[in-house]
Each structure stands twice: as structure tokens, then as C-alpha cells.
């Protein structure tokens, strides 16, 4: 079964993190990713840019629900 902390490491192997923080349940999970390769892109290419990271480990994820922040945008939100 993938733990949240799978999904929060193959993202990380993809993709310049900031900050990120995943929860599930094996199958569902929500991820706060904050990253620099965000700049610039709308939600669309910055959610294109996580799928991309992840690849085909989303075979196994049934679920996945993110909120994607440049570092600009994650320190606003403090």
C-alpha cells in the first residue's frame, strides 16, 4: 500500500520542493506543495508539473488533491 510518505518522496525525486506536506489513507491522499518550478505557470501546468514528477506511481494512487504555491505565494499565506 503507497503511505502518504511514498507520495511525499516520489514527488520530492521530481520536483524542487520548498515545503510540502502529504496526508491519505493509502488510496486518497491531499498534498500542500510549494515550489519554485511554479513560477510563472498557471494551476493547470503547476498540477501538469506534480503528475509529471510523480509519472506512473499515479497507477497506483487512485486519488490524488493538491494545493500547489510558489514560494511567494506558501509565504502570503503564513
Known sequence: MVTPENVKT???QGLDCAHISVEGDGRHFEAVIVSPAFEGKGM??????VYRAL???MDV???LSMKTFTP???A???
Open 55 to 57: 509519472g506512473d506511481k
Open 10 to 12: 516520489y514527488i520530492q
Open 76 to 78: 502570503k499565506q503564513a
Open 44 to 49: 493547470l501546468q503547476q498540477h501538469q508539473l
Open 72 to 74: 511567494e505565494q506558501w
Open 61 to 63: 494512487i487512485h486519488a
